[in-house]
Each structure stands twice: as structure tokens, then as C-alpha cells.
């Protein structure tokens, strides 16, 4: 059996995807719908809580958009158990060292590569009526959103299993912006980007506006975010109260 939607997100090709932040799985279900390559369940910064995370991906899944979570903490697990709920791929915020990659690839790998729980009978695997062995493996993007992670982006990236470097914009501008020995954050963006590059990874990045987007591509940005759900209701909101 071949998985289009998993071999599209592993390949060269540009994949553009969502951030949901409502934690509705209602608007999980209709952005599913879409023809968006990738939607973001987001538990960091969301409104999604863990409770709920069960319901989103019952939404979200089963179709041709590949389904990420993105967990609040490095904690193993949680990241185990949107893996088991269903997860296609696992975003983690502030992954600053090789270190913390590694441990983070440990939590989402089976022994002997990793230290993640066994179960056949969780939702992944068809409540025990699928084998686990047939099923892709799920993607890994970490998040390069702070001075620190820059630096270390060359080792970060060299860690097997680590599948994409996530630019988190607004953390890394903040980050950058406090201490002065700091590159730029444009030349942080072509550091993350080259970094990818060598190790024949991927680089991605959440931007607000569309228009963006071509630039960041041609930049060799191929994993893009565009606005999220929360944003796209506010402003068409506005736009009804203005008149």
C-alpha cells in the first residue's frame, strides 16, 4: 500500500498547510476538506486541549491532508499518545540542541531505537487490526525559535529522525532581538534553510500573509504554514462589522 499524502510531506515538493489553533473539530473537519497538503493541530499556543486532541484527529483524518500535532513540552508521554490517537506527525516547540532532538526522536521510536510504549490495540493501528509494521512512520518537525537553536541548527539537523527545522517566527524574532550577539533574522532564516539542506531534510515556517509565501518558497522553504484558523475568522469578522 502506498500513503501519497506521507510521500508528498517526505519529498521536495512545496506542501502548504494550516495552523488550527480553535481546537474545534468542526473547523478540523472542513479545513481537512480543503486540498490543503497539512493542517497543525496546535496544543502549544491553541485552544486544544489534550481531552479534545481524541475528537480533532476523528475529524481531521482518514483523508489526503497529512494531520501534525503540535505538543506544548518535550514530554515523552504525550507525544506517545498522539502518536497512538492517531497523529501523523509530531511538532515540538523550542528544540534548542542535538540533545533535546535526540530524546525527542526517543520518544516517538520503538526500542530498540527509541523508548516509546507498545501497544497494537491504540486507535493508530485500527484498535489491533492493522500492523503497525505497514504504516508509515510518523514525521517529526522540530521548532527553531530561539537564538540557541540557531546556533546549534548544523547538529539539530544531523540527528536521525528529525524530519523538518520549523521556524516559529514570532518566538525566534523575540529571541534574536534580546541578545546582541545575534545574527539577523533573515540571515537565522538562510542558516535554518542551508542547515536542512545538507542533511537532505526539510525547512518550514508559519507565515500570516499569503503573499509570503512564493518568496519563502524560491527562498527553499518547501513545509509553509498560512495564517491560521483563528486569524482568518477575525479578519473576515472585521470585515463584516466595518461594512
Given at each position: 500500500?502506498?500513503?501519497?499524502?506521507?510521500?508528498?510531506?517526505?519529498?521536495?515538493?512545496?506542501?502548504?498547510?494550516?495552523?488550527?489553533?480553535?481546537?474545534?473539530?468542526?473547523?478540523?473537519?472542513?479545513?481537512?476538506?480543503?486540498?490543503?497538503?497539512?493542517?497543525?493541530l496546535?496544543?502549544?499556543?491553541?485552544?486544544?486541549?489534550?481531552?479534545?486532541?481524541?475528537?480533532?484527529?476523528?475529524?481531521?483524518?482518514?483523508?489526503?491532508?497529512?494531520?501534525?500535532?503540535?505538543?506544548?513540552?518535550?514530554?515523552?508521554?504525550?507525544?506517545?499518545?498522539?502518536?497512538?490517537?492517531?497523529?501523523?506527525?509530531?511538532?515540538?516547540?523550542?528544540?534548542?540542541?542535538?540533545?533535546?532532538?535526540?530524546?525527542?526522536?526517543?520518544?516517538?521510536?520503538?526500542?530498540?531505537?527509541?523508548?516509546?510504549?507498545?501497544?497494537?490495540?491504540?486507535?493508530?493501528?485500527?484498535?489491533?487490526?492493522?500492523?503497525?509494521?505497514?504504516?508509515?512512520?510518523?514525521?517529526?518537525f522540530?521548532?527553531?525559535?530561539?537564538?540557541?537553536?540557531?546556533?546549534?541548527?548544523?547538529?539539530?539537523?544531523?540527528?536521525?529522525?528529525?524530519?523538518?527545522l520549523?521556524?516559529?517566527?514570532?518566538?525566534?524574532?523575540?529571541?534574536?532581538?534580546?541578545?546582541?550577539?545575534?545574527?539577523?533574522?533573515?540571515?537565522a532564516l538562510?542558516?535554518?534553510?542551508?542547515?536542512?539542506?545538507?542533511?537532505?531534510?526539510?525547512?518550514?515556517?508559519?507565515?500570516?500573509?499569503?503573499?509570503?509565501?512564493?518568496?519563502?518558497?524560491?527562498?527553499?522553504?518547501?513545509?509553509?504554514?498560512?495564517?491560521?484558523?483563528?486569524?482568518?475568522?477575525?479578519?473576515?469578522?472585521?470585515?463584516?462589522?466595518?461594512?
Amino acid at each position: 500500500m502506498t500513503y501519497a499524502k506521507e510521500s508528498k510531506m517526505r519529498s521536495t515538493a512545496p506542501c502548504l498547510g494550516t495552523w488550527l489553533s480553535s481546537g474545534s473539530p468542526v473547523v478540523a473537519e472542513l479545513a481537512a476538506q480543503c486540498g490543503l497538503d497539512w493542517l497543525l493541530l496546535d496544543m502549544e499556543h491553541g485552544c486544544l486541549a489534550e481531552a479534545e486532541l481524541l475528537d480533532n484527529l476523528r475529524a481531521a483524518g482518514g483523508r489526503e491532508t497529512v494531520v501534525v500535532v503540535r505538543v506544548p513540552t518535550h514530554e515523552a508521554g504525550l507525544i506517545g499518545r498522539a502518536l497512538d490517537w492517531g497523529a501523523d506527525a509530531i511538532m515540538v516547540p523550542h528544540v534548542n540542541t542535538a540533545a533535546e532532538a535526540r530524546a525527542i526522536v526517543s520518544a516517538m521510536k520503538y526500542p530498540p531505537e527509541g523508548g516509546r510504549g507498545y501497544s497494537r490495540s491504540v486507535r493508530a493501528y485500527g484498535y489491533g487490526l492493522q500492523k503497525p509494521e505497514a504504516l508509515p512512520v510518523p514525521l517529526l518537525f522540530v521548532q527553531i525559535e530561539t537564538a540557541e537553536g540557531v546556533r546549534n541548527v548544523r547538529e539539530i539537523a544531523a540527528v536521525p529522525g528529525v524530519d523538518v527545522l520549523f521556524v516559529g517566527p514570532a518566538d525566534l524574532g523575540l529571541s534574536l532581538s534580546t541578545e546582541p550577539d545575534a545574527p539577523e533574522y533573515e540571515d537565522a532564516l538562510d542558516q535554518v534553510v542551508h542547515a536542512a539542506r545538507e542533511r537532505g531534510i526539510h525547512a518550514g515556517i508559519l507565515v500570516r500573509n499569503a503573499d509570503d509565501t512564493p518568496g519563502l518558497l524560491q527562498r527553499g522553504f518547501t513545509k509553509v504554514a498560512v495564517d491560521s484558523d483563528l486569524s482568518i475568522l477575525r479578519s473576515r469578522f472585521l470585515s463584516i462589522a466595518r461594512g
